[in-house]
């Protein structure tokens, strides 16, 4: 075959000097009318984009602001009727009327109402009040459960005096002595949002969003879905850490369509505002500029092209011929030499009659070396009776056979290979010829291995507490449901690090997490001496479950365990003792017990350890029996805050 530089000026000499001048003439014009069609394009481009983020920054930014103030106006009314009722906590039935005065003036507020301690409805702005027992809300359990005196935003939950979908927001009632005296509440309805949102046209798929920081989806214009949990969107993960306001491109969890979302942190309460406009809403009136030009240009183009189609013509079906009969052949060479598997032909006795070129290059083997041998030369002898075995269901297998086998290489290298083979075929049915498709899976093999290993070491991390390295709250609750069956007696012990907060403000976070290290590794040590489980509960809380202990043996293992703690003498200036404690709530159970009941009542009786004075064990029958056990107030310590 002559060399290509020949080739090329055979084929310059059999074409005219004037060809040559129409095809570089209709290359260099469409080329220039290309170039400017894709300069305007994309110029335009960028404008549209940057005028698509600048409006939508503003618009988030409106919308903050309009939450902002929203809840802001509640927060004040709230903040309002807390500093009240802190003074007269049992106003006359007249305050009522001061509530429906407060809603009415405020146009996003549909009710305002006072729980007392126990979640009964004693004022509201609905007339008449009526009888509630509230007590089972999430924000009064909170709030009862909680100093916390901020603004606390809950919903939507449906209202039990209108039936509509609102907003909660709530503040904790205290009486003078700072003691919990019930809940002040305001409702906004979800329609209020909706109504506002509706105003703004951000074409079709476009989209408003409001989310707590916590991922929880309070409402999305227009589909007006709440509720939802997107904590894993990437809003969450990686764009609210690095700014409280951005814009990007992302594909929407709601309805799967490609979206510019602008976003806003508010400032204030934790709140998130989205903007979603589609890709094509935001692009349209580029693309139509696009295509117009673009029909232009075709239009411009397609006259030149018609001019040159017929000189070209003949030109074209010659050198087709020409390379189909040169590229035919060279596929037929390249596809046997670097095809990535190996095609094998064996005779009815299983003799090698044709091997590829490829067998070269993948198993290292020579073809010319292979043919007239047994099939078994390319089969492991520890694999040869599996290979027959499967072979001998070839007869019955009209679509052909699949294995997996391994091999030895000429340089000792082991490798596996997968064969497809099936019997030659005619009109007249299969021969007993046998073409087999050998592919080399080694690294199939091993990523299968690497894979099994990360499964398995990834669920051994889903049960474990990656700083304690104690089993985490998944691995207590299955440990907890496989022994409470067997177990006749169980104790649930509550264990929570006393005045940590001081501790981590005196020493920071890295100092927390070494003394959390310390004392997961001192329970773990315990609880093995006794056949019990230790677990990290979250935060600077443990659980101990200890099977077959009855109230005293727990109470001794918590006592055995302060003692331990204190052993430690893991200095806390945040503590009135000077080192580090910890309070124990401890609950019993006998067999069949509610393993919920059990860790609800021991964190009841550690709430009642706390109330002690920390740095003691309390058991759930001793929290629930002596009521009359005096209140230890909070000790002052050098630090700026020392509760745990």
Known sequence: MPPRPLLLRRWIGRVSTATLVVAMFVVALGACVLGLVVWKGYDSHKIALAQSETEMRNLSHSLAEHATHTFQGADVVLDDIVSFMKWRPHPSPVFNERLRALADNLPQLSDVAILDADGQLTYASVKPVP?????????FRYHRANDDHTLLITGPI??????????VVSRRLETADGKFFGVVVATIESEYFSTF???????????????HSDGRLLIQWPSLQTGRDLANMALFQKALPRSPDGYYLTVSPFDGLTKYLAYRRVSRYPLVVTVARTEDSVLSGWREAVRSDAVVATAMLACVVLLAAGLAAQLRTRQEVQNLLRERDAHYRLIDTNMGDVIVLTDEVGILRFVSMSVET??????????????????????????????????????????????????????????????????????????????DITRRKAMEKEVEALNARLAEL???????????????????????????????????????KGFNDHFGHQGGDDALRQLGHLFGGLVASVHGFAAR????????????????????????????????????????????????????????????????DADIALYEAKRRGRDCCVTAATAFVDDAAPLQPEQPSASADATS
């Not at 009888?131 to 924000?139: F, G, I, K």
């Not at 949102?197 to 989310?211: A, H, R, V």
């Not at 985490?472 to 005045?499: K, Q």
Request: some cysteine.
């Open 131 to 139: 009888v509630l027992d509230n007590s089972d809300r999430s924000y």
């Open 158 to 167: 449906q209202s039990r005096t209108s039936g509509v979908w609102v907003f």
């Open 197 to 211: 949102y509706k105003t703004f046209d951000l074409g079709p798929g476009g989209s408003i969003s409001l989310l």
């Open 362 to 439: 993948v198993l290292g083997l020579k073809a010319d070396r292979l043919v007239g041998r047994l099939w078994t030369v390319l089969v492991h002898p520890d694999d040869v009776p599996f290979v027959e075995a499967v072979g001998a269901g070839l007869p019955d297998s009209p679509a052909g056979l699949c294995v997996e086998f391994r091999m030895r290489c000429p340089e000792g290298r082991l490798v596996w290979l997968e064969a497809n083979f099936a019997y030659t075929r005619n009109e007249d049915g299969p021969t007993d010829c046998v073409v087999s498709t050998l592919r």
């Open 462 to 500: 889903a049960r474990t507490d990656g700083l304690t390295g104690l089993p985490n709250r998944r691995s207590l609750d299955g440990f907890v449901a496989r022994v409470i069956t067997s177990s006749p007696t169980l104790s649930v012990l509550m264990i929570d690090v006393d005045d940590f």
């Open 537 to 600: 509960y979250g935060g600077e809380e443990f659980t101990i479950v200890l099977p077959g202990a009855d109230a005293v043996a727990a109470v001794d293992f918590a006592e055995s365990l302060q003692a331990a703690v204190r052993t430690l003498a893991i200095r806390n200036p945040a503590s009135a003792r000077g080192y580090l404690t910890v309070s124990i709530g401890i609950a019993c159970g006998t067999a069949p017990c509610d393993s919920t009941v059990l860790l609800r």
